[in-house]
C-alpha cells in the first residue's frame, strides 16, 4: 500500500508559514517549488494632529505557475480598535504577479496625543488549491508618530491688558511639542508688529521655548475701535514625508490690549443667572448657568464671583468657559475681562430628597474686581428651582371578594313549566272538548238546578 505524504507536507508547511519579515512576507513550500504572498502596511512616518491619516495594503502573489491565492477579509485596527474606513476586502489573486491594494484615510485629532499611533493588520487565507491548499497567517504592524503643538500669545505677560497712549508692550511667545515626532523647525510672524523668528534647530517630543519679542509701542492707528487685537502664527516644519518632502502646518494665536479711559477707570461688571428646569424632580439633575459681562468702559482685572449651592441641591461637576471655580467654597476667579468680553460658568447639581414643595434659590454674586465695580445693581442674580415628587404608577384597586356562587342542580335548570306534549292527534281534542261540555252541564245544573 502506498504512504501518503500530506502529514509530513502538513508539518513542513505549518514551520514555514510561521517565518515572518517586518515586510510581511510569509515563504511557503510546496511539490517542490517555492510559491509566496506578500503582504504590505503603508503609512506616513508622521502625521500632524488636525490632518488626516493615508493608509494602505498591499497584497501580491508572485508565485511561479499562476497559482490561486485568496485573502479573507481584513481589518486594520488603530491603537487596537478597529477602524471600518480601513476594513478591506481583496480578491482572489489567482496569477502569476497578482496584486491589489486596498486604500483608507481617518481623521487625527488631539485625542490621539501624544501618541504614537500604532497601526495593525492579520492577512489570513490560502496558496494553492485541492489538497495542496496552504493556509498563511501574515501578521502587519507599523508605528505612525505624531506632530502635535501648542502656540499662546501674550501681552506683557496676559491675553489681555490695558495701557495709556504712548506705553510699551512686551508680547511672548510659547511654543511647546505636545506630540512624539520631533519638530525641525518652526517659524514665528507678527505682521502688525513687524516681527519675525525662525528657531532653526529641532525640538523633542515634551520640549517647549518662549520667545521675547522687541518691546513695541502701539500707535493710535492701532486701536480702532479701541481695542488692539494682535494676531501672530507660527508654521511648525516636520518630516519628511515617504516621498522626502518636508511637511508643514500652521497656528495662530493672538493678544489684546485695550486703551485705558482718561480719569480714573470704571467697570460696570453685570451678573446673570439662570437654570434649565425650575420644577425638577427629586433626585434630578439640573444645570445653573452664570455669566459675568463687562460692560465698560475700561478693562476689569481679578474679577471674581461668589456661587455657593443652598442646602438641598448636591454638587454633581461644573464647565468654566475662563477662570476655575472651586465648589467648596464657590468662588469662581474669572480673571480679567475686557471691554464687551464675558465669561460662563455651568453647574449640574442633583436635588435631593425630601426637597419637593419647597423653594430652593441659588445665588451668584460679584465679589471683587479692579478696578472696583461702579454700578452695583446688577452685581448679583439668582434661580430658583421647586422640586417635585416623582410621579408613581397608581396601584390597581383591590378587587372585593365574591362569594361562591352556590351549585345548581339539574333541576333547578329545568324550565319552571314545559308544554305538554301533543300526543294522540285528533283524539285528544275530542277528550277536551268532552271534559269541557261534562264541566258546563254540572255548572248549569247547580245554577238552575
Do not use: C
Not at 18 to 43: E, F, I, W, Y
Not at 57 to 81: C, F
Not at 339 to 345: E, F, H, W
Amino acid at each position: 500500500m502506498r504512504r501518503s505524504s500530506r502529514p509530513l507536507f502538513i508539518l513542513v508547511t505549518a514551520l514555514l508559514l510561521t517565518m515572518m519579515a517586518l515586510g510581511g512576507t510569509v515563504l511557503a513550500q510546496s511539490a517542490g517549488s517555492d510559491n509566496d504572498m506578500h503582504a504590505q502596511l503603508l503609512a506616513p512616518q508622521v502625521v500632524a494632529v488636525g490632518d488626516h491619516l493615508s493608509v494602505a495594503l498591499e497584497l501580491s502573489n508572485p508565485a511561479a505557475g499562476a497559482r490561486p491565492s485568496t485573502a479573507e477579509v481584513v481589518k486594520v485596527t488603530v491603537n487596537g480598535v478597529e477602524v471600518d474606513a480601513l476594513t478591506f476586502a481583496p480578491p482572489d489573486l489567482t496569477g502569476s504577479n497578482s496584486s491589489w491594494t486596498g486604500t483608507g484615510t481617518i481623521p487625527i485629532g488631539p485625542e490621539y496625543l501624544p501618541g504614537p499611533i500604532t497601526l495593525a493588520a492579520t492577512v489570513t487565507g490560502w496558496i494553492g488549491s485541492g489538497e495542496f491548499a496552504q493556509q498563511y497567517t501574515i501578521n502587519l504592524s507599523r508605528q505612525v508618530q505624531l506632530v502635535g503643538f501648542n502656540f499662546i500669545k501674550r501681552v506683557n505677560g496676559v491675553k489681555e491688558a490695558e495701557i495709556d497712549l504712548g506705553d510699551q508692550v512686551q508680547y511672548t511667545f510659547e511654543v511647546t511639542n505636545t506630540g512624539s515626532a520631533r519638530i525641525e523647525n518652526f517659524i514665528i510672524k507678527d505682521p502688525d508688529t513687524g516681527f519675525y523668528y525662525e528657531r532653526g534647530e529641532p525640538m523633542v517630543p515634551g520640549g517647549g521655548a518662549t520667545i521675547t519679542a522687541p518691546p513695541y509701542t502701539p500707535r493710535e492707528s492701532d486701536f480702532a475701535g479701541g481695542v488692539f487685537v494682535n494676531t501672530a502664527t507660527v508654521t511648525v516644519h516636520y518630516g519628511p514625508d515617504e516621498f522626502n518632502i518636508p511637511q508643514e502646518v500652521t497656528a495662530s494665536d493672538s493678544a489684546t490690549v485695550t486703551l485705558r479711559p482718561e480719569g480714573d477707570p470704571e467697570v460696570d461688571l453685570a451678573v446673570r443667572k439662570s437654570v434649565d428646569n425650575a420644577t425638577p424632580w427629586e433626585g434630578q439633575e439640573v444645570v445653573f448657568t452664570v455669566t459675568v459681562t463687562n460692560n465698560g468702559p475700561s478693562l476689569a482685572r481679578d474679577v471674581v464671583v461668589e456661587d455657593v449651592l443652598p442646602a438641598g441641591l448636591t454638587y454633581a461637576s461644573h464647565t468654566a468657559s475662563r477662570g476655575a471655580y472651586d465648589p467648596a467654597t464657590g468662588e469662581w476667579t474669572v480673571g480679567t475681562l475686557g471691554v464687551d468680553g464675558s465669561a460662563t460658568l455651568t453647574i449640574r447639581a442633583t436635588v435631593d430628597a425630601g426637597t419637593a414643595g419647597t423653594t430652593l434659590t441659588n445665588t451668584a454674586r460679584l465679589t471683587d474686581s479692579d478696578p472696583v465695580d461702579n454700578n452695583p445693581a446688577n452685581n448679583q442674580s439668582s434661580a430658583s428651582v421647586t422640586p417635585q415628587v416623582p410621579e408613581e404608577e397608581p396601584e390597581e384597586p383591590e378587587q372585593p371578594e365574591q362569594e361562591p356562587e352556590e351549585p345548581v342542580s339539574e333541576l333547578d335548570e329545568q324550565p319552571l313549566a314545559e308544554p305538554l306534549p301533543r300526543t294522540g292527534g285528533s283524539s285528544a281534542v275530542y277528550f277536551l272538548s268532552g271534559l269541557l261540555a261534562l264541566g258546563g252541564g254540572l255548572f248549569l245544573r247547580r245554577r238552575f238546578g
